[in-house]
């Protein structure tokens, strides 16, 4: 079992709809991190959480660490909006662990 | 732009060749990370240095990568007697150690893509 699990895997939503992009990890953290990856492969951090909810513009991440369990939220969705969503995590040590992604479809 | 470089973005070699990666950091970034991805799977740790020392090394780097940071700013990472398997992004990011400790943000470069024919 991989330590840090996202779903779903793939998704397509329609312009405008609510999008929630799910994180569980199995072990103790000190930070979870959002990133956004488009076609390419560039990287961009979105949120680094330890703690409750952060909010930037249509996207709101929250975090749950009794239950090892983060949301990423995408409001209002728009095309450019597609994108691979990936959740990792900081636990010992400094690296990051990754979850698989989530590729994020947003049709017009 | 993040202001992490990487060099080159793309790279295609043969069989048994052997390649070298730069990645710069931002410039008062003193953590330098190397990951790779494979299609259609999340990042993997390679190492990672603080400043000029190399602190962690994976498992998945084998006795053909070797990495080093020999100023304490850009990284190069080396792949020897490449093999198919090591076609990947490979993906640089750096970050600043706070003194009062504490979480701290990566910023990821464009990374390279190696391709081993």
């Known amino acids: 079992k991989n330590e840090v699990e996202q779903s779903p895997q793939n998704l397509t939503a329609q312009e405008g709809e609510f999008i929630t992009i799910n994180c569980s990890y199995s072990?103790?953290?000190?930070?979870l991190h959002w990133l956004q990856q488009h076609p390419g492969g560039g990287i961009v951090s979105l949120f680094m959480l330890s703690s409750g909810k952060k909010k930037h513009g249509r996207l709101i991440a929250t975090i749950n660490i009794q239950e090892k369990h983060s949301s990423l939220h995408i409001t209002a969705s728009h095309p450019r909006d597609s994108a691979v969503y990936i959740c990792a995590v900081k636990a010992a040590g400094n690296k990051l662990t990754f979850g698989g992604g989530t590729r994020v479809l947003v049709k017009p | 732009d993040t202001g992490v470089s990487q060099n080159p973005r793309h790279k295609i070699t043969k069989r048994g060749q052997n390649v070298t990666f730069r990645c710069d950091p931002i410039s008062e970034h003193n953590r330098l990370y190397w990951y790779r991805q494979t299609l259609g799977q999340g990042p993997e740790f390679l190492t990672y240095f603080q400043n000029e020392a190399q602190l962690e090394k994976s498992r998945l780097l084998s006795d053909r990568f070797s990495a080093e940071r020999p100023k304490g700013s850009f990284s190069t990472l080396e792949i020897q007697r490449t093999e198919q398997g090591d076609s990947a992004m490979y993906l640089c990011?750096?970050?600043?150690?706070?003194?009062?400790?504490?979480?701290?943000?990566?910023?990821f470069g464009p990374g390279t893509r190696l391709t081993v024919l």
């Open positions: 990011a750096s970050s600043l150690r706070k003194i009062a400790g504490g979480p701290n943000e990566q910023f």
């Open positions: 072990v103790g953290i000190s930070a």
